[in-house]
């Protein structure tokens, strides 16, 4: 997982946007369509998927660009293990969100009939499981945020 994010990492910006969008497309499709079991919905979630990438990446780099001077922010002396959490809670989000959606839609088949309940569950559980992997040891502990505030204001100091 890690050399494909590295991988990710160093391709130009239309070709994340465009893998970013196809990843999106593929996963809400398959997982509407497995919930569901209509072909239609399937496709109703791979075309969802296909605007919410870009719509995903253009927000990702508005807030990773500076706001004053309107350029990318250097990352050369950019604490390294935070760069190394920040990479690790990237690759746990783009796992943990799809395992939770295939175990709720398989249980909620089994047990109902339908994959639909599983699949609102999943999305429901997704964002307090990110949020608490993101808190307590990930990008978002105080630990992390202290060091990451620290950072910016010695690099806005030193402009």
């Known amino acids: 997982m890690y050399n494909l994010l590295e991988w990710y990492s160093r391709l130009s910006p239309w070709y994340r946007v465009a893998l970013l969008s196809l990843y999106f497309g593929i996963g809400l499709g398959s997982f509407a369509g497995a919930a569901t079991g209509k072909v239609g919905m399937a496709l109703a979630g791979f075309l969802v998927g296909l605007i919410i990438g870009p719509l995903h990446y253009y927000d990702a780099h ?9 350029c990318e922010p250097a990352i050369d002396d950019y604490p390294q293990d ?3 959490v920040e990479r690790r809670h990237a690759g746990r989000s783009m796992i943990l969100v799809p395992v939770l959606l295939l175990t709720g ?3 909620s088949w089994i047990a109902l009939g339908t994959g639909l309940y599983g699949a609102l569950v999943a999305f429901l559980a997704a964002p307090v499981a990110l949020w608490a992997l993101g808190r307590f040891g990930g990008p978002s502990d105080p630990k992390w945020k202290s060091v990451r505030d620290e950072w910016r204001r010695q690099h806005i100091r030193a402009r």
């Open 62 to 70: 508005r807030k990773r660009t500076d706001r004053s001077c309107g």
């Open 82 to 84: 935070l760069e190394r």
């Open 105 to 107: 839609i398989a249980a």
